[in-house]
């Protein structure tokens, strides 16, 4: 066990650099570029922290455990939203476009829906379990392939805001090698705390689907995590709202569409308690900062998603006991 903690602790110290390293260096070449923050956010940030995710579920996939490869995304989605968006909001209220609550956010809301679709296939259409087929995986792809040309379309149209002019100046080649390295130790750091969790609870004989709901979700999104939350403090709230949200599509269209495509993967003991969370969590994502009209996720609705977080873990645990 005493390797699992030093790669714990390793893991994550990687993992707080490469967050700073690539939001330095990804708002350098936005601003070069002439490319809101918003947009790195939702492409090149959470393509970069969602990248544990995608190994994780297609490796599982292929390796035959669905369990691990489902697990992982639910989990990581809801801890997206509910300890990033609310940790964030604690240290600091998060200003949201009112663009971003119309065009958006909505499509979290949509994704979680129609994953929810897909796994009430055993209710709706008397399958034997709940499975996610490889047409289920090309329409995800599909999925995917709109939302992509959708932020595309936005950037080229102007219809999101130039970068901030906070941003510092910073030569290509060091912003383009700040990225890349940022994005290197991110993975290879959220990989060795990923290992070391796992092994520390293997070691006290935790059962995987607590791993994949609990351990690796959290530790596969403590880049999404440590990105979002240096960028707010940094004054780029664009960015880490922009990551949760380009994570959570990435996470089920892209990660769920390669994964099912690649072996049709059964549900098993993800249920629809856990889809269900997801789903309401994310409606209350999009609920946010739109009450009284204000468009700011305060340090209020950050308490809230959090504590949501901590009992669905509590859940998950007493569930599994």
């Known amino acids: 066990m005493a390797l699992d903690i030093i790669w714990l602790i390793a893991g994550l ?12 260096g990804a708002s350098a070449i936005a601003r070069r570029l002439g490319v809101s923050d918003l947009i790195v956010g939702l492409t090149v940030v ?16 292929l390796n035959g455990n669905a369990g691990l490869a489902i697990g992982n995304i639910v989990g990581s989605n809801i801890f997206n939203i509910c300890a990033i968006v609310g940790v964030t909001a604690l240290l600091r209220p998060v200003a949201v476009e009112r663009g971003l609550m119309a065009n958006e956010i909505p499509l979290v809301v949509l994704s979680s829906l129609v994953l929810l679709a897909m796994g009430s296939g055993v209710w709706l259409d008397g399958a034997s379990a709940a499975m996610l087929t490889r047409v289920d995986g090309v329409l995800l792809l599909l999925f995917f ?39 290197g130790a991110l993975i290879f750091g959220g990989d060795k705390f990923v290992d070391g969790a796992s092994g520390i609870a293997s070691s006290l004989g935790v059962s995987d689907a607590v791993i994949g709901l609990t351990i690796v979700a959290a530790g596969t999104s403590l880049p999404e995590l440590a990105t979002s939350v240096t960028a707010a403090l940094k004054g780029r709230t664009g960015i880490a709202i922009g990551n949760v949200i380009g994570s959570n599509i990435f996470n089920v269209f892209m990660v769920l569409g390669a994964s099912a495509t690649v072996r049709e993967l059964p549900f098993g003991d993800i249920g629809m308690p856990d889809l269900l969370l997801l789903c309401a969590v994310s409606v209350m994502f999009w609920l946010s900062g739109r009450v009284f009209g204000r468009h700011v996720i305060t340090r209020g609705e950050g308490a809230a998603f959090v504590a949501v977080y901590a009992a669905y873990m509590v859940w998950v645990v007493i569930s599994a006991v």
């Open 46 to 61: 959470s393509f970069g922290t969602s990248a544990p995710e995608l190994t994780i579920s297609v490796v599982s996939s």
């Open 13 to 24: 110290l990687l993992i707080l650099w490469g967050a700073s390293a690539l939001t330095d």
């Open 145 to 183: 392939a709109v939302f992509m040309r959708y932020v595309f379309a936005s950037a080229g149209s102007g219809k999101e805001s130039a970068g901030d002019t906070s941003v510092k100046e910073m030569k290509v080649w060091k912003a383009i090698a700040l990225t890349l390295a940022g994005l």
